[in-house]
């Protein structure tokens, strides 16, 4: 039963929405009529679905955002006939930041992926420290329970790895972004070695693109191509918070052949392996 104190602690803990979140307050609102129909506390229902009263809570006022294991528990346990699993696509969606929900449905489903990064690891490649030490340097600040978010929602974006049949994938990656110890140096030395070993998979081949090399075909900035099951090609570009895809095939072509071109310029995939090899020596 929905006690006075817990719709009181609603009213003054539910944030403003923002862009996109809406489906994160309708499903917490849907979930605890519910659970109130259900005539459970948050506490008792907690137990039965394995989560803190707390994290009930948080979920129920919009503040964080369920997994979808905790959707799928709390569905059975409620017997809400799937309308909580109905939301659950939508509800994984608005782990991500606005600028990026496009881009990750699309890449989650790509049949191929090229990547250039030239300010970080690509977050596919990051491991969970590295990736949690560039959230917490964003300015201005995130919130802890944001960062919690966006961490899990990084890592499961790697869940791409184990799809069959894989994806194939290629990145090229700045080697100055191999240097920049974010997170620290024993961060970077693992997730160097992540970056090593994830392009050792036979559809995966990952490039490096020296500091010395005076000819460079992708000054204006990072950017990812993405290829879909039906055969169309979408690009994703982003720069400070602001993003696009570009679905217009002149755009296209000419990222196509920037791309073709940076990677006629960047190291092999086995010189990069061997520079790879020696930064994590140094780091």
Known sequence: MTTQNETDADAEQRPDDEPGSG???????????LRGRAGLDRTEFGKRVGYAAQSVASFEQGR???????IDRADDVLDAGGVLKALKEEVARAQYPAFFRDAARLEAKAAALNVYAMYAVPGLLQTEEYAEAVFRMQRPLLDDDVIAQRLEARMVRQDI???????LMSFVIEESVLRRPIGGWKVMRDTLEQVLLTGQSRNIEVQVMPIEREDHAALGGPFTLIDTHKGDRIAYAEVQSDSRLYTGQAKIRELEARYGILRSQALTPKESSALITELMGEA
């Open 23 to 33: 489906v994160v307050v309708a499903f917490g609102r849907q979930l605890k009529l």
């Open 64 to 70: 964080r955002i369920p997994q979808p294991v905790f």
């Open 161 to 167: 790895f184990d799809r069959s049949p894989a994806p």
